[in-house]
């Protein structure tokens, strides 16, 4: 009996451990061009802070700067930029990732929604 629980605490020890450093996905969220978070996971909120900027704040236990993170536009013309992934000017608080877009014809920052997705 002692062997038996011996081999079950070993076999759950891994699982226990498995959010650290894995490649699963561990946060996402659809942002519309306006700011507004349409669906997310693990995703706490997220704003447009001015014309083609916007802050995504993800969930306190996920480490966003050390995360591999993932931009997908949701418009053909619009291409999404990660410009930080600590505080910054434009979004200052913890855990935040800038995410800059721009019009791939001017080159300028212009709205467009994307999708964020966390590893």
Not at 69 to 95: D, E, F, M, V
Request: overall charge positive; aromatic content about 6%; some cysteine.
């Amino acid at each position: 009996m002692a062997l038996a629980a011996a081999g079950l605490v070993v076999a759950v020890t891994p699982v226990a451990h498995a959010d650290r450093g894995t490649s699963y996905l561990r946060a996402a969220a659809i942002i519309d061009a306006n700011g507004r978070l349409n669906s997310e996971k693990n995703v706490d909120k997220s704003w447009r802070a001015g014309v083609g900027q916007y802050c995504v704040q993800v969930d306190h236990h996920i480490k966003v700067s050390r995360s591999l993170i993932l931009l997908t536009p949701r418009h053909a013309r619009r291409l999404p930029h990660i410009a930080y992934r600590n505080p910054s000017s434009t979004c200052s608080r913890q855990n935040t990732i800038t995410v800059n877009v721009y019009d791939t014809n001017t080159g300028h920052l212009a709205d467009g929604g994307f999708d964020l997705a966390v590893f």
